[in-house]
């Protein structure tokens, strides 16, 4: 998109506006991604505009003139847009005394909490690039979760680790003698209480007594103690030298740092995705560019984000959908980020009640958690602006039960959603006003372009006289896209159509002749589990079947109504055809759990069925493949065994393995 300028653009954007209003007389071509339908919906004059040559932090600074707006909400405690430039700039002297230099790259393991936005606007502004990994351990075996770390520490060429100091015990501690040998000598640590005083430990207390009820809370802050003293334990005994980010913010204050020419095409950030090719994370390279892009476009798309405007920040940094539409739009908007460190979606609506956000971005599965949700019962909620969703599609039937309870609840708008993806920034796609359809994505956002292609041979497909639809793999062009290369390795391929570079995103989809686009499947049959997290069924399949005892394996979605979302279920055929007792049974899939995940450093314990059902067969189609519709449509049958993965988004715990009608839970 970027080879034209902005009156090219212009002269482009209004004629294709002119043939689709009938202003001007031409054939057009049939293909969505070059008659671009959706522009009727936009302002052609909003759509034209060059992407501003800046790092992310000037670009912010730009589009904040009121300093006293408030930009960030942690506990009660209200920093201004003017403080957190002041801390930004604290931050790009604590990482220049750490020795940081431009393009060096920083590994970020950090939950959402104030000091994470000012180390990633403080490592952009002396250009160096953050990278963001999920600080939640992968396994209930530590040293299994640093393994992975040290992988991404190596393969990525970290040179700067700054982390949660929870996180240094899980993720760095055991592999300090690692890290030394790849060169790294320092860890700094960042306590949650560091943007504390009295007043927000107490709020702390009282939003987790209100929340969660005051014997957990006693109980999580007994727990607290003894992790505090295990950390104070692990420094001393550290292999690395240590850092405490506050002291090292008061060691810099004389400390002066660089800010490097602006270069088209710098690497800002490197995010992550959950849901991958193979079980290790895949990296995403994003660009000034990228983030700056997006954020531009969000403008010109009809969001209702206004200056001043509350949001609710719960999606992490170390996604895409977080970083970017969050945190870097929001402070593009000039919003109140509410940063949520920990969340479980149980909570959502006493949070809605306590911090009375204009702007909420989740996933379906919270907003159908809701619907159930005694605190709300004659709650108003008109309070909000905008509620949106995106990560996983929506029932229609699901969606009208919300827009009802919200509107019943003074709602006035109806729940707006979209597409996307990491390697686009998240989303691409943006449904509201006339374009917000029961089951559907919406259309383009205003500066993306999409097209569909034949899932097979990848050839574009046009629009017909027969139907007002096309089907087929959905295809995005934006300036908002990865490069998809990092370090000369390909990561995400990039091909040309029509004189623009789209990428692929294994979404089937249909789109109609207004550009309104409707989500069908996946081409991978992956799916999104209730808190996000994306499920490759042909990777746990692999690991499940390289254990000895499996002969097949299939992984299908059921729908957990206490979570009100989809979890994987595994329907297994084992090379020994006995019969067994329950026992016998819970011990097999105790064997795989321990065997092909726990013990295993090349998966995630998030990829754990929570049911596995041994069976004689798998059902097969008429072409002998196998059925996997008939194994959705089955349900449950109630001889599963079933996996208690105790999970927040910030922790794993025990794992229990048991079948209901046994009563004997055996705890891992």
């Excluded at 006339?434 to 089951?439: E, M, T, V």
């Amino acid at each position: 998109m970027g080879r034209l300028s902005v009156n090219e653009r212009k002269l482009r954007n209004m004629y294709l506006r002119g043939l689709l209003t009938g202003e001007i007389q031409g054939p057009p071509t049939g293909y969505p991604c070059v008659d671009k339908p959706w522009l009727v919906y936009y302002d052609v004059e909003k759509c034209n505009y060059d992407i501003p040559k800046m790092n992310v932090f000037e670009y912010i600074k730009s589009m904040n003139n009121n300093k006293n707006n408030v930009a960030i909400t942690y506990y009660g405690k209200e920093i201004t847009y003017g403080d957190l430039f002041k801390n930004v700039d604290i931050a790009s002297k604590s990482l220049t005394k750490l020795g940081v230099k431009n393009n060096d790259r920083i590994m970020f393991l950090m939950p959402n909490i104030p000091e994470t936005a000012y180390l990633f606007y403080g490592a952009a502004q002396i250009g160096a690039v953050s990278d963001y990994v999920d600080p939640r351990p992968d396994s209930v075996d530590f040293n299994v979760s640093a393994k992975k770390i040290l992988s991404l520490v190596e393969s990525e060429k970290i040179k700067h680790l700054v982390v949660l100091d929870q996180c240094y015990l899980a993720m760095i501690k055991p592999i300090e003698k690692e890290l030394k040998e790849l060169g790294i000598e320092e860890v700094t640590l960042v306590s949650p209480t560091d943007s504390m005083g009295m007043k927000e430990k107490i709020n702390y207390l009282s939003e987790g007594v209100s929340f969660d009820g005051i014997k957990f809370t006693k109980s999580k802050m007994k727990n607290s103690k003894v992790i505090s003293k295990k950390i104070d334990e692990a420094i001393s005994t550290s292999l690395l030298k240590v850092n405490m980010y506050s002291d090292l913010v008061k060691e810099s204050k004389d400390v002066q740092f660089t800010v490097p020419d602006y270069i088209p095409g710098k690497l800002c950030s490197i995010v992550h995705t959950s849901g991958t090719s193979s079980p290790k994370p895949k990296a995403i390279p994003l660009t000034h560019e990228n983030f700056n892009a997006y954020a531009e476009q969000t403008f010109s798309s009809n969001m209702p984000m206004k200056e001043g405007d509350k949001a609710l920040h719960i999606l992490p940094y170390f996604a895409a959908f977080g970083i970017v539409d969050v945190v870097h739009a929001g402070f593009s908007h000039s919003n109140n980020l509410v940063q949520i460190p920990e969340f479980s979606p149980n909570n959502l609506g006493k949070m809605l009640l306590r911090y009375k956000p204009q702007i909420v971005i989740g996933t379906p599965t919270w907003y159908l958690g809701l619907l159930e949700d005694k605190s709300l019962k004659d709650k108003d909620l008109s309070f909000i602006s905008m509620m949106t969703y995106g990560g996983d599609s929506m029932e229609v039937s699901d969606e009208d039960k919300i827009n009802s309870f919200l509107n019943n609840h003074g709602y006035k708008g109806k729940l707006t959603k979209g597409h996307g993806m990491s390697e686009t920034c998240g989303c691409s796609s943006y449904a509201t006003n006339d374009y917000n359809l029961p089951g559907t994505l919406g259309i383009p956002m205003s500066n993306t372009i999409y097209g569909i292609v034949n899932p097979d041979t990848k050839e574009p497909i046009r629009f017909t006289s027969d139907k007002d639809y096309v089907e087929g793999e959905l295809i995005i062009s934006s300036n908002s896209a990865t490069s998809g290369v990092l370090d000369g390795n390909e990561i995400v391929k990039h091909v040309e159509y029509f004189g623009e570079d789209f990428i692929f995103t294994r979404d089937i989809a249909r789109m109609y002749k207004n550009g309104v686009m409707q989500f069908l499947t996946r081409s991978d049959r992956s799916f999104t589990r209730f808190d996000g997290f994306k499920v490759k069924p042909y990777e746990i399949e692999n690991v499940i079947k390289s254990n000895p005892k499996v002969k097949y394996c299939v992984i299908s979605p059921y729908y957990e109504e206490s979570r009100f979302g989809n979890m994987p279920i595994a329907h297994i055929v084992l090379n020994d055809e006995a019969d067994l007792d329950d026992n016998e049974q819970v011990e097999i899939v105790r064997d795989i759990i321990n065997n092909q995940f726990v013990s295993n450093p090349s998966v995630s314990t998030r990829q754990i069925p929570s049911k596995f059902l041994i069976r004689k067969d798998i059902p097969l189609t008429k072409n002998g493949k196998v059925n996997y519709n008939e194994l959705v449509a089955e349900g449950l049958s109630g001889d599963e065994i079933c996996v208690d993965l105790e999970e927040t988004n910030i922790s794993i715990g025990d794992i229990k393995i048991y079948k209901p009608n046994n009563t004997k839970k055996l705890k891992k």
